[in-house]
C-alpha cells in the first residue's frame, strides 16, 4: 500500500541563486526520470481476462460445512449463556451472517474418546434407545432453525462395545437406523451417512447399509465412502461394481497440503461427489491463509465440490488437545466471551454468496497469473447469478484481473468483500468495499492485493454485529460446587465434559455419609458404561474434566462411592493432555491425581509433561471398602498440596511441578462408580 505523508514545520525559503541551482537540476533530473518512468508504465502487466460464461459447465458445487464432533468438540457451547450462545449459534448458521454453513457434520456418539471428548450414545444395549443424549441433536436444531436448508451428515467415530460381530456389523447397521430414527423424532432429516472415521471400510458393509437404508425408508439419505485420507476408496470402487451402486459420494480426509489438493483419475471417472469430507483443521486466529488457498484449491486442483471444516468451533477445554482449532473460540461459558477472527470469515466470502445446488462455471476458474487462485459459481435457473472468489496466499505483489459475464449473467455492477487473511484487526475481517462497475466493454476491472480472499458476486451479503458486546474474558469464579441435584436424570452436568465414558446424572445408589458429614442428596454423577466401547482414540478408561485452567490456589473435594475392585481419582492442576503416555501408549492428563481404591489404599501422584507418572506420597487407610462413600481432597496454596482422605490428612509436600489447572474425576474401568458434591474453594476458604 502507497502511503502518503504530510511533514509539518516552518517551511525554509532558499536564497535566489540557490533555488535557480535547484530548479536547474530538478528539470534535469525529471529528464532522466520521465522516459524511465513511461517505459514502467508500457511494462506494467496487463489485467488477466477472465471471462463468466452465463452457460459455462461444471460440476455441482454441494456446499461449505463443519464438524461438530471428533468428541466433544462443541461441549461448551451448550452451556453458554444467552444471549451469547444465539449470537455465537447466528456466527457459525445465520445465512448471510457470518459463516453461513451450509452443512453440518456431526458425530454418532459412542460414549468414547475420539479426538477431543466423548459424546454419548443414544443407544447402549441392544434394546435401550434415549433419543435425547447428548447435545447434537439440539445442535442440528439451533442450526436448521437459522437456515432451513442446510445439510446434515453423520458420522461414527467409535462404537458401543455391545455389538456382536465388531463395527463392520450388522448390529451397528441397526444401530445405525434407529440413531436415524432419533433425527425423525428430532424433526430433523439427515442428508449424507458415513461409515467409520479414518478406521478404513467395509465395501459388503456398505452395501448392506444401502440396503438397509432403502428397505427403512432411508432410502433418501446418501452413503459416503470412506472418511479416510487418500483416494484407494475411488478405485476399490471403480474395481467392485457392488461397492460402487452402494455409494453416492466419495468422502476423503484432507487432500491438501499447503499449496496443493490432490485427486484421481479413479475417482474423477466414477461421476460422484467428491467431497473434502474432513479438511481445514484451521486455528480460528491464525488459520485463515491456509484455509482460503485449500477452498479454491480443492476445486482448481481435485475437482472437490464441497469442503468440510473441523471443527465449527473451538468450544472444549484448553488441557485438551488441538487448541484453538475451530471458525470461532467459544470455550468460556461462565463468562459469555467468545472470539472470532479471520478464518470463520474467510469461510464467509464463499459460503454468503453461494448456495448448494450452484455449479462451478470451469472456464471462469484456475490459477492467477500473479499468485493464487480463483473459482467462479453460477446458480441455476433463466436468471443466474454469479459469484467468483479470489485467493492471492501465493501472491507477493498487487495483480489486476477482468471479470466480464456473458450470456444470461447481469451486467451491472459486483458487489465486493475482501478479508485481510493474516490480520489481526477485525476492521480487516469481510470488509465491505466500493462495488465494481462495468466499463463500457462490460469487463469490471479488480486489483487484488496479496495475502487476501476477495469475493465479487450479484448476490447480496452482509456482515454479522460487531463483536464488542461480547463480555471480557474472566476466570470461573471461586467457590464452585455442583450436587447434581438441580439436572435431570441422565443429564450431562453444566460444565462437566467426558473424556471418557459417560458421567451423567443419575439416583444415588445410597446416600452419601462421608466422614465429612452429608447434605443426604438425592441425585449423584454416576459413570454409566459398563462394557467397554470400540474404541477410536486410546484414553484408558472413564475420566471427565471440569473448572478452569486459570485457577491457581484452591481445595477440590469430591465424595466418591467405589463400586468396583479398582480405584476412583480426584484431579487437580490439570493443564495439557499426553499422547503416547506409558507402555500402552495411552491418552492422558498432565497434573495430580488422588487415587483411592476399595481395599483402602490411596495415592498421591503428577504425571509430569515428561510422560512420566511419580508417586509423592501413598498410604491405606482403615475405613475403605466397595460401595462405602468417601470424601477426597486436594488442597494447592504455592508448591504445597496437602492430601485428605475423609477429612483427615494423608499428606501434606512440596513439588513444582504445576502451579495452576482445572479439576476432574477418574476410574480405573467401565464400572458404575459414583461421585458427588464436587466442589472448588479458594485456598483460604478452604
Not at 505483489?397 to 451491472?412: D, E, Y
Not at 466500493?434 to 487476501?452: E, K, N, R, S, W
Not at 464452585?480 to 458421567?503: H, I, K, L, N, Q
Not at 509433561?609 to 468417601?630: C, E, F, M, Y
Request: charged share 20%; with cysteine; net charge negative.
Amino acid at each position: 500500500m502507497l502511503r502518503t505523508e504530510r511533514r509539518t514545520g516552518t517551511a525554509r525559503r532558499l536564497p535566489g541563486r540557490a533555488a535557480r541551482v535547484v530548479l536547474a537540476l530538478l528539470v534535469s533530473c525529471l529528464a532522466l526520470v520521465a522516459p524511465s518512468a513511461a517505459h514502467a508504465e508500457a511494462d506494467a502487466p496487463a489485467a488477466q481476462q477472465i471471462t463468466v460464461d452465463g452457460a459455462g459447465t461444471g460440476r455441482v458445487f454441494d456446499g461449505v460445512g463443519a464438524i461438530s464432533g471428533g468428541g466433544g468438540t462443541s461441549r461448551l457451547l451448550v452451556d453458554y449463556p444467552e444471549p451469547q450462545r444465539s449470537r455465537i449459534l447466528d456466527y457459525l448458521f445465520k445465512p448471510g451472517y457470518g459463516a453461513s454453513l451450509q452443512i453440518l457434520k456431526v458425530e454418532i456418539g459412542s460414549d468414547t474418546n475420539s479426538s477431543n471428548g466423548a459424546e454419548p450414545s443414544h443407544m447402549r444395549t441392544p434394546t435401550q434407545v434415549d433419543c435425547n443424549r447428548g447435545y447434537e441433536w439440539w445442535l442440528m436444531e439451533q442450526a436448521r432453525k437459522r437456515n432451513p436448508d442446510i445439510r446434515f451428515y453423520g458420522l461414527e467415530w467409535g462404537a458401543p462395545g455391545w455389538f456382536d460381530g465388531g463395527f463392520w456389523s450388522q448390529d451397528n447397521i441397526d444401530y445405525l437406523m434407529r440413531w436415524l430414527g432419533c433425527a425423525q423424532r428430532h424433526d430433523l432429516h439427515i442428508d449424507y451417512l458415513g461409515g467409520w472415521n479414518e478406521k478404513g471400510w467395509d465395501a459388503a458393509w456398505y452395501g448392506k447399509l444401502k440396503a438397509a437404508l432403502v428397505r427403512e425408508g432411508h432410502g433418501d439419505v446418501k452413503v459416503v465412502a470412506a472418511d479416510n485420507a487418500g483416494w484407494q476408496v475411488a478405485t476399490d470402487m471403480k474395481n467392485d461394481p457392488a461397492f460402487d451402486a452402494a455409494t453416492d459420494v466419495v468422502g476423503i480426509h484432507y487432500p491438501c497440503s499447503a499449496v496443493h489438493c490432490s485427486s484421481s483419475p479413479d475417482a474423477l471417472s466414477l461421476d460422484k461427489p467428491l467431497f473434502a469430507s474432513e479438511s481445514g483443521w484451521n486455528n480460528y486466529l491464525t488459520g485463515a491463509t491456509r484455509l482460503a488457498a485449500e477452498m479454491n484449491h480443492e476445486y482448481v486442483d481435485a475437482r472437490i465440490t464441497a469442503f468440510i471444516n473441523w471443527p465449527a468451533a473451538y468450544a472444549w477445554y484448553p488441557t485438551v488437545q488441538m487448541q484453538g482449532s475451530g471458525l470461532l473460540r467459544a470455550n468460556e461459558p461462565w463468562s459469555g466471551h467468545y472470539e472470532l477472527g479471520p478464518t470463520l470469515w474467510t469461510i464467509a466470502q464463499t459460503a454468503q454468496f453461494t448456495r448448494p445446488g450452484w455449479r462451478y462455471v470451469d472456464s471462469a476458474g484456475g490459477y492467477l497469473d500473479g499468485g493464487g487462485t480463483y473459482v467462479t459459481l453460477r446458480s441455476p435457473g433463466p436468471r443466474p447469478a454469479y459469484t467468483t472468489i479470489f485467493e492471492t496466499t501465493g501472491a507477493t505483489a498487487p495483480q489486476n484481473v477482468s471479470v466480464t459475464p456473458t450470456g444470461k449473467l447481469p451486467r451491472g455492477a459486483l458487489h465486493r468483500w475482501t478479508t485481510t487473511l493474516e490480520s489481526t484487526d477485525s476492521a480487516d475481517w469481510f470488509v465491505r468495499g466500493a462495488d465494481v462497475p462495468p466499463d463500457p466493454t462490460g469487463a469490471h476491472g479488480i486489483t487484488l492485493q496479496p495475502g487476501t480472499v476477495t469475493t465479487v458476486t450479484t448476490m447480496p451479503g452482509g456482515k454479522g454485529g460487531a463483536v464488542a458486546h461480547a463480555p471480557r474474558a474472566q476466570s470461573m469464579a471461586l467457590p464452585y460446587r455442583d450436587g447434581f441435584d438441580t439436572y435431570r436424570t441422565a443429564a450431562t452436568p453444566r460444565y462437566v465434559s467426558d473424556m471418557e465414558g459417560a458421567f451423567q446424572v443419575a439416583p444415588c445408589a445410597t446416600a452419601p455419609q462421608s466422614a465429612a458429614g452429608s447434605r443426604g442428596t438425592g441425585r449423584c454423577l454416576r459413570q454409566a458404561i459398563t462394557t467397554q466401547p470400540t474404541k477410536w482414540s486410546r484414553v484408558a478408561a472413564p475420566l471427565t474434566l471440569s473448572g478452569d485452567i486459570q485457577w491457581t490456589d484452591y481445595t477440590v473435594s469430591a465424595k466418591v462411592l467405589i463400586d468396583h475392585t479398582g480405584t476412583a481419582s480426584l484431579l487437580g492442576r490439570v493443564v495439557n493432555q499426553l499422547n503416547n503416555v506409558g507402555t500402552g501408549r495411552v491418552n492422558a492428563w498432565e497434573g495430580y491425581y488422588l487415587k483411592l481404591s476399595d481395599s483402602g489404599n490411596w495415592s498421591l501422584e503428577v504425571l509430569a509433561p515428561d510422560k512420566t507418572t511419580r508417586v509423592l506420597a501413598n498410604g491405606s487407610i482403615a475405613s475403605a471398602g466397595a460401595n462405602t462413600w468417601h470424601k477426597l481432597s486436594l488442597g494447592f496454596s504455592g508448591q504445597t498440596i496437602t492430601a485428605r482422605v475423609d477429612g483427615t490428612e494423608v499428606a501434606q509436600l512440596t513439588d513444582t511441578t504445576y502451579d495452576h489447572g482445572q479439576v476432574g474425576l477418574g476410574l480405573d474401568s467401565y464400572t458404575t462408580s459414583q461421585f458427588d458434591d464436587l466442589e472448588v474453594l479458594p485456598t483460604h476458604g478452604a
